[in-house]
């Protein structure tokens, strides 16, 4: 079973036969970039996946890369269509026990993680931007790749890859050709035979910090386990260049966010402190609540270094966009060759995204889960949509949420909201009763508080009373990390009736 640790066991396309890479769990939003990114290069690709569903099933499609349905030794063996492959990478929704995995370290083909191919075969000579935290790192990493972009002239369109879908782009990863990648730095763990985050292979020359906080229960036993990861990030930034001399590695930092401070201590590269109070620090001019825009002045030292306007809205927000400056600004850009990346920047779905209006009612999707992100998205759609009656549909679907480790923090976060609605934890049968998260419990606690707070058993039974009870100009947002059973079709094609 020969994990790959050194080079590449094969030519580069166009140097003899071309090489076939087999994609282990292909259907998730990074395995299917990186898939995209291999056929570009010039690679042979195939994949499997229990199930493969728009918009990467569509994408592969587009692609020409065929998808095994199943995890089945066949997959893999050396009298499949083409013959067996020369690379398998493997996603980390795969386990040591499934048939093709066993199949796997059975065999001689060699095999590696996504994140240390990506990190061997296209970030090797490249600036790579790493954008690390447990908050904001779709949305931040969307943003800069769409400056970066819109900024440089064809032949340096940068690379991206980012764990979600920005709407100024076609595709979630590129290769692109000039000297930046930028990357969302995920912190979660790289494959079942590498429990270390992925962020430790994405060779970071810059890394943005933008929070630490506990999450993932089901990998990181408490925060200090946490700290540890993003210490080891910290550790792999290459050391700041000489006194007065450009170059070496820097990392853009949340310094009003005591455990980011924490992390950072002792580091060697140049740190970029931002945040309320710090060296790169903003303010909300206004938001336009009609447009859906936020105003915003960027300082540096306390002066002004640029004025902007963008479809982020909310403090975490500015705070995002105040980390993009602060990057971008380090690789030389100005305000006047950012500003008009951010009027443009469409945002990224999931993200507060508006998936219909109907009869005058909004209806949103929204990726938060964790208790910061529920109550900063609320915040900010507070600050978008001015006195209009919020609802928040909160499904807790993570491997976080579902467990009673945030209980009474989840009681503390939907201020921002007039009408809240929790719906039952989905699959909580591997977790021990005692560690479960209470549904019924979080709406004793918010209607203690004099919320109007509500749960129904099924996602058709949630459609049937918001939809009855909807108002014109309500704002209902739906809060999950997953596709809630479809919740959002539902809800807009109920409100048409």
């Known amino acids: ?26 259907g998730g939003t990074a395995m ?21 569903y728009p918009p990467m099933s569509t994408y592969l499609e587009s692609l020409g890369i065929p998808v095994m349905i199943g995890y089945n030794a066949a997959n ?17 929704v795969i386990r040591a026990e499934y048939e093709e995995a066993r199949a796997l370290l059975a065999s001689d083909l060699p095999y590696c993680s996504f994140p240390q191919l990506l990190g061997a075969m296209f970030l090797e000579r490249r600036q790579s931007i790493v954008v690390a935290g447990t908050h904001g790192k779709t949305t931040t990493t969307s943003l ?54 992925k962020f430790l292979h994405y060779r970071p020359n810059t890394a943005i910090i933008t929070s630490v906080e506990f999450d993932h229960a089901d990998i990181y036993r408490d925060l200090d386990h946490v700290k540890e990861s993003f ?17 070496g590695g820097c990392i853009v930092a949340r310094w009003d966010h005591d455990n980011v401070v924490d992390v950072c201590q002792g580091a060697g590269p140049e740190i970029r402190r931002y945040g309320v109070g710090q060296q790169w620090d903003g303010r909300i001019d206004r938001v336009d609540t009609q447009r859906g825009v936020q105003h915003f002045t960027v300082l540096k030292d306390g002066g002004v270094w640029g004025r902007f306007e963008c479809i982020l809205v909310g403090e975490y927000n500015l705070y995002n966009c105040v980390a993009a400056c602060a990057a971008l600004d380090r690789e030389g850009l100005t305000a006047a060759d950012l500003a008009p990346g951010f009027s443009s920047f469409a945002g990224v779905k999931r993200r507060q995204e508006v998936v219909g209006e109907v009869r005058q009612v909004t209806v949103l999707d929204d990726f938060a889960h964790h208790p910061t992100a529920v109550d900063v ?18 499904e807790p679907r993570s491997a976080t949420s ?8 989840y009681a503390q976060v939907f201020s921002n909201a007039d009408i809240v609605v929790v719906a039952p934890p989905p699959d909580q049968g591997r977790i021990a009763e005692d560690e479960r998260f209470d549904t019924p419990r979080l709406i004793k606690r918010l209607r203690d508080q004099g919320k109007e707070a509500f749960s129904w058993d099924s996602v058709d039974e949630i459609v049937a009373a918001v939809c009855a009870n909807a108002l014109p100009h309500d704002v209902i947002a739906v809060l999950s990390n997953g596709a809630f059973g479809g919740i959002h079709g539902k809800l807009v094609r109920g409100l048409e009736r």
Do not use: C
């Open 144 to 197: 800069i790749a769409h400056l970066v972009d819109h900024a440089m002239p064809p032949a340096k369109k940068p690379g991206f890859l980012v764990g979600g879908l920005a709407k100024n782009f076609d595709r979630t990863a590129r290769l692109g050709d000039g000297p930046h990648f930028v990357i969302e730095g995920d912190e979660y763990d790289t494959a079942f035979f590498d429990k270390g985050p």
């Open 76 to 92: 893999i063996a050396a009298d499949r269509p083409g013959g067996p492959p020369d690379l398998v990478v493997v996603g980390n």
């Open 377 to 394: 998205t609320l915040s900010g759609l507070r600050l978008r949509f001015g006195n209009r009656r919020i609802w928040a549909i909160f």
């Open 1 to 26: 079973m020969p994990l790959l640790t050194g080079p590449l066991p094969f030519s580069p396309p166009g140097v003899g036969v071309t090489p076939t890479l087999h994609i282990m769990g292909i």
């Open 231 to 247: 210490r080891r990030l910290v550790a792999i930034v290459p050391p700041a260049g000489p006194a007065g001399e450009a170059g």
């Open 32 to 52: 299917a970039a990186l898939a995209g990114m291999l056929k570009d290069t010039g690679y042979r690709v195939t994949g499997s996946d229990t199930g493969v």
């Open 402 to 409: 579902r467990r009673a480790v945030f209980q009474e923090a």
